[in-house]
């Protein structure tokens, strides 16, 4: 069993930057992927980030690509979010998860641990 715990959420203006953290706790998080998914109101969670358990390997999605950069620090079993250039259409509760081994990378269904999320809110 692993405990995710995010932080670093808030309120920010368009263009400003914020930066998410994921504590695990439980278990040592070095030898999964790890995701980033948000959700909004009214709207189903969708996928953000993935990074492999080596680290070498990242995929974002295609409406954060080059503003977003996920990372992951195995001694601190946390994994990061860094989100520049904030627009309000990335506002939403986001949540980092545990990739069940062997899974794809994109799907909800893909991740097996949860953390309770955190607000981020852009404000035009």
């Known amino acids: 069993q692993v405990q995710l715990v995010e932080s670093g959420g808030g309120s920010v203006q368009a263009g400003g930057s914020l930066r998410l953290s994921c504590v695990a706790s439980g278990r040592t998080i070095s030898d999964y992927g790890m995701g980033w998914f948000r959700q909004a109101p009214g709207k189903e969670r969708e996928f953000v980030a993935y990074i492999s358990d080596s680290g070498d390997t990242r995929i974002y999605a295609d409406s954060v690509k080059g503003r977003f950069t996920v990372d992951r620090d195995d001694a601190k079993n946390t994994i990061y979010l860094q989100m520049n250039s904030l627009k309000p259409d990335d506002t939403a509760v986001y949540y980092c998860?545990?990739?069940?081994?062997?899974?794809?990378?994109?799907?909800?269904?893909?991740?097996?641990?949860w953390g309770q999320g955190t607000q981020v809110t852009v404000s035009s």
């Open positions: 998860a545990n990739r069940r081994p062997g899974s794809g990378q994109h799907r909800a269904g893909d991740y097996r641990y």
